[in-house]
């Protein structure tokens, strides 16, 4: 079988998959992969691919991505990637002291995520979205409604609770 097909007869689909905007999102982490990796300079590098899903709103069943480095030669690197695994891990109300990679993505605890867009300080990047993670504390990701179709209505918002 060839790839070819008449564009005209394929239907248009109304899901936006472009980036969500900046705000925050009721979510629980939907993937989790350990991967080797190695950067364009040559330096070998672990990080945490997490995939995130939307369980609240009218953005419900989008993804989120992030990509967490916990080993780097660049100390600083490995540093900040670890500090956001643990604001994931503490968000999600995990028990255990030890952090793997099962403890991240068997807890079907909603968290808040928080998307922020900042400027790159390289002229030759453009903007990247940056992802927080807090936990719930306003009753607004209860586990019970996370991934079931009876969760209630939710939008991005700030502190005070108004829709962004």
């Not at 300079?41 to 709103?57: N, P, R, S």
């Amino acid at each position: 079988m060839s790839f070819d097909f008449d564009v005209n007869d394929i239907e248009t689909s109304e899901n936006d998959f472009g980036p969500l905007a900046d705000g925050k999102y009721c979510a629980y982490v939907s993937g989790v992969e350990d991967e080797s990796r190695q950067s364009q300079a040559g330096h070998d590098y672990e990080q945490i691919k997490l995939t995130l899903t939307v369980c609240k709103g009218d953005k419900k069943g989008r993804l989120v991505f992030k990509n967490c480095i916990y080993s780097h030669p660049n100390q600083a690197a490995g540093d900040i990637g670890q500090q956001s695994l643990k604001s994931l891990f503490i968000a999600q109300g995990n028990p255990a002291p030890r952090m793997t990679v099962e403890s991240l993505g068997d807890c079907n605890t909603c968290v808040e995520v928080v998307l922020r867009t900042k400027a790159s300080k390289n002229s030759a990047y453009g903007p990247s979205q940056e992802v927080y993670f807090n936990k719930c504390t306003d009753g607004a990701c209860a586990d019970e409604a996370c991934q079931s179709d009876s969760a209630g209505p939710g939008q991005p918002t700030d502190s005070t609770g108004d829709i962004w």
